[in-house]
Nanobody, 123 residues
Framework: DVQLVESGGGSSQSGGSLRLSCEASGYTYDSYCMAWFRQAPGKEREGVASVDFDGSPYYADSVKGRFTISKDKAKHTLYLQMNNLQPEDTAMYYC??????????????????WGQGTQVTVS
């Protein structure tokens, strides 16, 4: 079974940094794109950053220049380094694996496996 387990959330002051991790198992890791999404209270889930099977990153405009997505193939782990955090970054963050035959995407409909989420709070 495909499993995605996030960790690394927590609290930060404005301008601070956090790094999220997502350990994947149950499938051929290099064959699928992955992404980080977030959902703030009362808002829809939005794509934050995606990485294709080759490791090339793609970002939403709201986080470009502040967040970095990467993956460690040997550890089957996806990361999101978040710098210069702002209160509007407060949300539950989810990692996700895309459906097959996709290069990358920030659209929720293109992902069919999700982690349980990790909370990030910025004050």
């Amino acid at each position: 079974d495909v499993q995605l387990v996030e960790s690394g959330g927590g609290s930060s002051q404005s301008g601070g940094s956090l790094r999220l991790s997502c350990e994947a198992s149950g499938y051929t890791y290099d064959s699928y794109c992955m992404a980080w999404f977030r959902q703030a209270p009362g808002k829809e889930r939005e794509g934050v950053a995606s990485v294709d099977f080759d490791g090339s990153p793609y970002y939403a405009d709201s986080v470009k220049g502040r967040f970095t997505i990467s993956k460690d193939k040997a550890k089957h782990t996806l990361y999101l380094q978040m710098n210069n955090l702002q209160p509007e970054d407060t949300a539950m963050y989810y990692c996700a694996r895309c459906r097959s035959n996709l290069i990358w995407s920030l659209a929720e409909r293109d992902y069919n496996y999700w982690g349980q989420g990790t909370q990030v709070t910025v004050s």
